[in-house]
């Protein structure tokens, strides 16, 4: 029901032809950096925001990077491409009307796409890229929310706020598409591949994902919003005590007693982070 309304209204965002040129480029296994850097450089906004976020502490550079031809050559075509769709996604959040704190939501997602990398790295896992891009989109569907539907969202988090009932046990009580529905729907629409839409859909249940190709960046992800909810309460519009799936230990290889080292690394990763966490935005305060 809220999908077939979504569809017919022009403000949902979606990628413009440079931003889909670069992910294009980056997951391309014969392309050049002179081509991704090229496909940057047409927007010299664009340009300058990618070589912000680059010499983020995050990323411990030893000296500035002022090329992007650089920056692809040292962190990476699919880094780059992360952060030029993370640019994409922040613009994207100032297009709704809803009362929801907009900052907040984005740390919320920036957060969860920086868990998630350290995550993989901790347990080993190889696409590290793709763990920081799902985290990143994982909640993109409250993007769509909040463009499309401003006083429901704006009910859901009241509700969720005055009872600690997490925001998507609401939606799925009231019986319509939950905010994993839309984002599943929309990095779809984005042409972008099924990994993400999986976890857009899952990441709140992944016991009920029956495709099992995807299950390890599925719950790194399940995990990496559970510790980004515990640190930033409120932040995701949800306002109660996050859950953690207890098979996520079996498919990430981890024990309970692990997650007190994990949080460790999270916290000195997420300290690196500012530019990131902020947008790649000057900070006014």
């Given at each position: 029901?809220?999908?077939?309304?979504?569809?017919?209204?022009?403000?949902?965002?979606?990628?413009?032809?440079?931003?889909?040129?670069?992910?294009?480029?980056?997951?391309?296994?014969?392309?050049?950096?002179?081509?991704?850097?090229?496909?940057?450089?047409?927007?010299?906004?664009?340009?300058?925001?990618?070589?912000?976020?680059?010499?983020?502490?995050?990323?411990?550079?030893?000296?500035?990077?002022?090329?992007?031809?650089?920056?692809?050559?040292?962190?990476?075509?699919?880094?780059?491409?992360?952060l030029a769709l993370s640019i994409f996604t922040y613009s994207s959040l100032n297009k709704g009307?809803?009362?929801?704190?907009?900052?907040?939501?984005?740390?919320?997602?920036?957060?969860?796409?920086?868990?998630?990398?350290?995550?993989?790295?901790?347990?080993?896992?190889?696409?590290?890229?793709?763990?920081?891009?799902?985290?990143?989109?994982?909640?993109?569907?409250?993007?769509?929310?909040?463009?499309?539907?401003?006083?429901?969202?704006?009910?859901?988090?009241?509700?969720?706020?005055?009872?600690?009932?997490?925001?998507?046990?609401?939606?799925?009580?009231?019986?319509?598409?939950?905010?994993?529905?839309?984002?599943?729907?929309?990095?779809?629409?984005?042409?972008?591949?099924?990994?993400?839409?999986?976890?857009?859909?899952?990441?709140?249940?992944?016991?009920?994902?029956?495709?099992?190709?995807?299950?390890?960046?599925?719950?790194?992800?399940?995990?990496?919003?559970?510790?980004?909810?515990?640190?930033?309460?409120?932040?995701?519009?949800?306002?109660?005590?996050?859950?953690?799936?207890?098979?996520?230990?079996?498919?990430?290889?981890?024990?309970?007693?692990?997650?007190?080292?994990i949080f460790i690394k999270i916290k000195d990763a997420l300290s690196r982070a500012k530019d990131?966490?902020?947008?790649?935005e000057d900070n006014e305060s």
């Amino acid at each position: 029901m809220l999908i077939e309304y979504v569809k017919e209204i022009e403000e949902i965002p979606t990628p413009d032809f440079q931003v889909r040129r670069i992910i294009d480029i980056a997951s391309n296994p014969d392309s050049s950096i002179k081509d991704l850097e090229k496909a940057i450089s047409i927007d010299a906004s664009l340009s300058l925001k990618v070589l912000k976020l680059v010499n983020s502490a995050y990323y411990g550079l030893p000296r500035k990077i002022t090329k992007i031809s650089e920056a692809v050559m040292i962190l990476g075509f699919k880094t780059v491409r992360n952060l030029a769709l993370s640019i994409f996604t922040y613009s994207s959040l100032n297009k709704g009307s809803s009362n929801i704190n907009k900052k907040k939501l984005w740390k919320h997602f920036m957060s969860t796409a920086i868990i998630s990398e350290t995550v993989s790295k901790i347990i080993g896992y190889p696409e590290q890229e793709e763990a920081f891009m799902a985290g990143l989109l994982h909640d993109v569907g409250k993007i769509v929310l909040d463009i499309a539907f401003p006083r429901y969202i704006n009910k859901i988090v009241e509700k969720s706020m005055k009872e600690n009932i997490c925001f998507y046990e609401i939606e799925k009580s009231l019986g319509v598409e939950t905010h994993n529905h839309l984002g599943a729907f929309l990095i779809e629409e984005w042409k972008l591949p099924e990994l993400f839409q999986v976890v857009s859909m899952y990441h709140d249940e992944p016991e009920a994902n029956e495709n099992d190709a995807f299950n390890i960046i599925l719950y790194i992800v399940h995990l990496s919003n559970y510790f980004s909810n515990l640190l930033y309460k409120g932040y995701s519009c949800s306002y109660c005590e996050p859950l953690l799936s207890l098979k996520s230990f079996e498919i990430l290889g981890i024990k309970p007693s692990n997650l007190t080292d994990i949080f460790i690394k999270i916290k000195d990763a997420l300290s690196r982070a500012k530019d990131l966490l902020e947008g790649g935005e000057d900070n006014e305060s």
